[in-house]
């Protein structure tokens, strides 16, 4: 009997004692370390990171484990958490050109200051099953360079030199960077919100916007300008003291996309950009990002807006997948009193439906009488 | 890393409740208008209370008692999940009974008993804006609201009653709040609309993932939009309740077996216990002695 899933508190402590169960697995196997989930499945760490806003790499695996896998569980976990952490203050803007370069291409120049460095990439591995690693094998020891020092320019500096390419652009003076964490979202926004959002937007969701642009739903004429990632120092801001104090270095990704442009009546023709900044190493996050970032542009360049990629309202109310997974999940709570108000009205209806037709009316013109 | 947080009374912090009480305050003084806040995640996911759960933890105190009800019952697994959350984080008494409990924290149903001057009852709210599935952008539905246009909503209504030969909105009924704002009362059977007209008790309404807290002050005007000639009116039930004879009161459909046996129960599990309590016996119960196997307003909801 449906009234059975009238649970009481026994129940759901059991489903979460099963849960536990489930999650730990078979007890007979070692149980997988939270060092072990950082170094083996960084990956997932940093998607937990950076769609958590928490760089914080223990408690991303931490979750991770607790969530079994589930990323979007996992985000939760970890957003749950930082929700209740003070607010010291906020930082210096990162200088992504004094980043420590793991990684560093760019699609728009064949060689260029700094170099192209493919660094620790899935590009060009033949996507074939290694049957090594279903046993532990030895892995060899990584070739090693010599770091950079200093600056390593960036390719939107090079177009900048010649004027082909619009400069990162400034606030009024008495902007303020907003804070989607600790203010409510309104509709429009100024790009620093928005990029707040992407930055924390589901990957799928952001790739799916990315892609449809590039199949000319709201086409953006998009080359990698440069992709970049490795660690920056993160400056907080002390104004107490009246200077920065480092905290220590991060891992971001970086993307800056470069756009062709033909001009508008806002804009002179010239190459756009678009941006992504993610926390650990995601390109596919950062270059979808970028990639939606110009398409939500389009106000800003007096573009014609057609497409979703291009829609700031439709795209930053649906990007966050802990609201979406909530709100579509909560669908599985009881709705049956709602839904009770539902039989009654479609029963009546149905009376209504039927004695018009036994009378040899049209049931549905009746209505509208 | 054995101690990762220490949760403040109510789990928010302080800045977060004070945050969340301007909100509250500013929706009190607007009857009706949907007031932007800056909602947090709260360790239950989005679509599931946390707007509800965000003004509990803003206005309760220790000296408190939480009835929490989710389609009228209090031991659906979610209401027995908020309220044990308050009970772990804020260490707040507890109750079923409707005429102890200081704050309600409810989803889908107001109680049956008339709540008193004394009583806050919180609503769990997942799409606040009534004008949402007439206009998906918020930028336009907050202009309609600023310049009070509402036709669309009774072009909406009027297009029902074309097409249906009546009003076909049975829960999230939208009403007109202090003569001013159209108001969604959040997915409550429209049976329950009358409740909120000129309530002795504040009702407070939160949507987290929406990101607004709204209100209706005590004593306000709260009237269910209609027509002339089609005048609102409420969902009646050809039956009293089952267990305890009730009649005027919200019905759940309880299916007995797989031969079409039905019974209808108060969905109201504390009011139809209290009744029953007091002697009053509906026809299942008197044939079957269903009272403490778990039905609604069984032992269980008690405990």
Known sequence: MYVAVKGGEAAIANAHRLLADRRRGDRSLPAVGIDQIVAQLALAVDRVMAEA???DRTLAALAVRQARGDMIEA????????????????SQPLDTAAMKIERRISATYKDLPGGQLL????????????????????????????????????VSEILDQEGLI???????????????????????????????????????????????????????HPFTGEIRIGEVEVEFDVPELGFS??????????????????????????????????????????????????????????????????DEEFVISHSDNVQATGFVEHLKLPHYVDFQAELDLVRRMRRDFEAARDRGMDPMTEAAE | MTELATYNFAYLDEQTKRMIRRAILKAIAIPGYQVPFASREMPMPYGWGTG??????????????????????????NAVSIRAFFQKVANVAVTTRTEEATIIQTRHRIPEAKLGPNQVLVYQVPIPEPLRFLEPRETETRKMHALEEYG????????????????????AYPVKVAGRYVMDPSPT????????????????????????????????????????????????????????????????????????????????TDFCEDRRAHGHAGAMLASNGLASDGLPGGKEAAE
């Open chain 2, 152 to 171: 669309l909503m009774h072009v909406k209504l009027y297009e029902d009653i074309a097409r249906n030969g009546r009003i076909a909105t049975t829960y």
């Open chain 2, 52 to 77: 509800g759960v965000q003004l509990t933890a803003a206005i309760i105190g220790p000296q408190d008692v939480l009835k929490v009800i989710d389609q009228g019952a209090d031991d659906t697994t």
């Open chain 1, 53 to 55: 806003s928490l760089y």
């Open chain 1, 245 to 310: 104090v480092s905290l220590g270095r991060i891992q971001v990704t970086e993307c800056q996309m470069v756009n062709q442009f033909k001009g508008s009546a806002k804009a002179p023709p010239q190459f756009t950009r678009g941006y992504g900044l993610v926390f650990g190493q995601s390109e596919r996050k950062a270059m979808a990002m970028s990639l939606v970032d110009r398409a939500l542009r389009a106000e800003e360049l007096g573009e014609d807006i057609v497409a979703p990629a291009q």
């Open chain 1, 119 to 154: 660094g620790p990439t899935f590009d060009y591995t033949h996507r074939l099953l290694d049957p090594n690693l279903l046993a532990d094998e030895p892995v060899d020891e990584p070739m090693q360079r010599p770091a950079e020092q200093g600056r390593i320019m960036r």
């Open chain 1, 75 to 90: 985000i939760f976990l970890l957003r749950a958490y930082r929700t209740t952490l003070p607010r010291f203050g906020y």
């Open chain 2, 189 to 268: 059977p429209k049976f329950d609309n009358p409740k909120m007209h000129l309530s002795d008790a504040l009702q407070l309404f939160g949507a987290g993932r929406e990101k607004r807290i709204y209100a209706v002050p005590p004593y306000t005007e709260v009237v269910s939009l209609d027509f002339e000639d089609h005048p609102f009116e409420v969902q009646r039930f050809d039956k009293p309740c089952a267990l305890c004879g009730a009649e005027q009161v919200y019905l759940d459909e309880v299916i007995l077996d797989d031969k079409g046996g039905r019974m209808f129960v108060c969905s109201d």
């Open chain 1, 166 to 220: 619009e400069g990162d652009g400034v606030m009024p003076v008495d902007h303020e960077i907003g804070d989607l964490t600790r203010e409510p979202l309104e509709f429009p926004m100024a790009r620093d919100l928005r990029l707040q959002a992407l930055a924390r937007g589901d990957e799928g969701f952001l790739l799916a916007l990315g892609y449809s642009t590039q199949r000319g739903y709201g086409r953006t």
